[in-house]
């Protein structure tokens, strides 16, 4: 089955900086590449996706980027501000079947953004 | 506010015994997706009904089982708890497949504490 990792576990800047966080899939078949936040108590939140056919997308300060060759895929936050602050999850759903839910998921990023 | 609800919120059992989630997807939504995250393995999926049948399985344990009712809330049935099923349990729903893009409305998920 699909194999998703995700770096950093942990990830500190300061208020305007930039962050990253980069995952790996293991399925050449994976088609859909979506990135949730999850707030303290809350259910995780779809905050950008990116299908096998796209190389980058932007929404804003958010970004996310594919290599299909090299089976990775980035997000980046630009101007970085202390609502940011949250875990951030990727993950890859493979092609075919009838399940749109059937995501595997990253281990979680946890973003700090210090003031 | 995603609109899917869950309850109950908060739980706490002992081992051997059995429990019940309940979900109510976001209305008109008609699939349903149940997901455990814990801290040793990550969000993982579980199980998929689509207007009430099963669609998709995932690492679902056979002590536990889900069904989805005809006014399409669903119910997650774990038995025989063991300590190592404590965890928080997320339902997520996503709209009808002509309209999906992909996106899954998360609960706030239920905490589950096996002692």
């Known amino acids: 089955g699909e194999n998703v990792e995700q770096h950093p576990s942990t990830l500190s800047v300061q208020e305007g900086d930039s962050a990253v966080i980069k995952c790996t899939y293991s399925d050449s078949a994976s088609n859909y590449f979506p990135w949730y936040k999850q707030e303290l108590g809350k259910g995780p939140q779809l905050i950008i996706d990116?299908?096998?056919?796209?190389g980058e997308k932007k929404d804003q300060r958010i970004a996310v980027t594919l290599n299909k060759t090299a089976k990775h895929f980035s997000l980046h936050i630009t101007e970085t501000q202390p609502e940011d602050s949250a875990v951030y999850f990727c993950?890859?759903?493979?092609?075919?079947?009838?399940?749109?839910?059937?995501?595997?998921f990253g281990q979680g990023t946890i973003l700090t953004v210090h003031p | 506010d995603s609109g899917v609800t869950q309850t109950p919120k908060h739980l706490i059992t002992a081992t051997g015994q059995r429990v019940t989630l309940r979900c109510s997807p976001r209305?008109?939504?008609?699939?349903v997706y149940w997901y455990q995250q814990s801290l040793d393995q990550g969000l993982q999926f579980l199980i998929q009904?689509?207007?009430?049948?099963?669609?998709a399985k995932g690492n679902i344990l056979e002590r536990f089982s889900a069904q989805q009712f005809p006014d399409l809330h669903s119910e997650l049935n774990l038995s025989s708890l063991e300590l190592g099923d404590s965890a928080l349990y997320f339902c997520?729903?996503?709209?009808?497949?002509?309209?999906?893009?992909?996106?899954?409305?998360f609960g706030e998920g239920s905490r589950l504490t096996v002692l």
């Open positions: 997520a729903s996503s709209p009808r497949p002509w309209r999906n893009t992909g996106e899954l409305f």
């Open positions: 009904y689509y207007n009430g049948e099963e669609r």
């Open positions: 209305s008109g939504d008609l699939s």
């Open positions: 993950a890859a759903r493979p092609a075919g079947g009838t399940s749109y839910g059937k995501l595997t």
């Open positions: 990116i299908r096998s056919n796209v």
